[in-house]
C-alpha cells in the first residue's frame, strides 16, 4: 500500500489504468443492458417488472460497498495520516450517496407494482435510508469547518461509526419481519436465482463496480490537481506581495 | 402487439421499468458527467497557472 501513497506515484498509475477502466465501464454497461433488457427472461411471477432488478440490486450492492471504502479510507487516514485516504474517502462519498439514492428510487418504482406501496418503514427500507443521510451527512461535516484537516477528521469518526448500520442492512431482512426478500445472490447454499437472471445482473454490478472505479480514479485525480492549483495560486500571491514592497521601497 | 410496442410496453409494467432506467441514467450519468467536467476544470486552471507564474514548470 504504501507503495501507491505517493501522490506523483499515484498520479502516474491512476493515469495509466484510467483509459482501461473507463473502456470496460462502457463494454460492461452496454452488455449488461443488453442482457437485462433485451435477453433475460421475464419473471414467471413478476412479468417484465423483474427488470427492474437489473438496475435495483447492483445499486444497492455499490451502496453498501461504497461505504465500506468510505469507512476503510477513513480508518487509514485517522490511524496513518495518510495523504490520499482522506481524498479516497472524500472522492467516494458523492458516488456512494449517488448509488444508494439510485437504490432508493428504482426499490420504490419495483415496490409499488409488487408490493403496492412505494415506500415502507421495514426494517431493510428504513436502514437504507439512514445509509443516504449518512452519506449526505458525511458530506456536510466534511465541508463544515474553515480547517479542511478538522472536517476530515469529524467527517472521518462519522464514516466509522456509520459502519454499524452495513450489517443492519444486509441482516435486516433476516432479524426482522421485512416486506423486502431475502438475499438470493450471496447466501448460505448459494443463488437461489436462475442462470438466466444472474449473468445479466453479475455483468450489470461489474458495471456499476468499474464504473464506481473510474470516477473514484478521476475525482481523487482532481482533487490532487487542485491541491497543486491552490499552492500555484499561494505562490503568485506572495510572488505579488513581495515585488509591491520592492517597488514601494523603490519609490520612497 | 410485437417489435418495438410489445418491447417499449414491458408487458404493462413500462411505466415503473423505463422510469427506473432513466433514473439510472440521470444518477450515474450525471455524477460521470460532473466529475468529468471538474477534472478538465481543474487540468485547464493547472496549465493556465503554470504558463503565467514562472518556475511552477516542474512535475
Known sequence: ?252 | MSGLDGFLAMGGYAVFVWPAYAAALIVLGGLAAWSISGYRRAQRELERLQRTVPGARRP
Open chain 1, 1 to 252: 500500500m504504501q507503495r501507491f501513497a505517493n501522490p506523483a506515484r499515484f498520479m502516474r498509475l491512476s493515469g495509466a489504468i484510467l483509459p482501461w477502466c473507463a473502456g470496460a465501464t462502457a463494454l460492461l454497461l452496454a452488455v449488461g443492458l443488453y442482457l437485462a433488457l433485451l435477453v433475460a427472461p421475464p419473471d414467471y411471477q413478476q412479468g417484465e417488472a423483474v427488470r427492474i432488478m437489473f438496475v435495483h440490486v447492483p445499486a444497492a450492492w455499490m451502496a453498501s460497498f461504497v461505504y465500506a471504502i468510505l469507512a476503510l479510507s477513513s480508518a487509514v487516514a485517522l490511524i496513518w495520516r495518510h495523504p490520499l485516504a482522506d481524498i479516497a474517502a472524500q472522492s467516494a462519498a458523492p458516488l456512494g450517496a449517488g448509488f444508494t439514492l439510485l437504490c432508493l428510487v428504482t426499490g420504490s418504482l419495483w415496490g409499488e407494482p409488487m408490493w403496492g406501496t412505494w415506500w415502507v418503514w421495514d426494517a431493510r427500507l428504513t436502514s437504507v435510508l439512514v445509509l443516504f443521510f449518512l452519506y449526505l451527512g458525511y458530506i456536510a461535516l466534511v465541508n463544515a469547518f474553515d480547517e479542511p484537516v478538522r472536517g476530515a477528521r469529524a467527517g472521518a469518526i462519522l464514516a466509522l461509526v456509520g459502519v454499524v448500520n452495513l450489517p443492519i442492512i444486509k441482516f435486516s431482512v433476516d432479524w426482522w419481519n421485512t416486506l423486502h426478500q431475502p438475499a438470493s445472490v450471496f447466501r448460505i447454499g448459494g443463488p437461489t436465482i436462475a442462470a438466466s437472471m444472474l449473468w445479466p445482473l453479475l455483468i450489470m454490478a461489474l458495471g456499476f463496480t468499474l464504473l464506481f472505479i473510474t470516477l473514484l480514479l478521476i475525482r481523487m485525480r482532481t482533487a490532487l490537481l487542485a491541491a497543486k492549483i491552490r499552492a500555484l495560486r499561494m505562490a503568485e500571491v506572495e510572488r505579488a506581495a513581495e515585488s509591491a514592497v520592492l517597488r514601494h521601497r523603490a519609490a520612497s
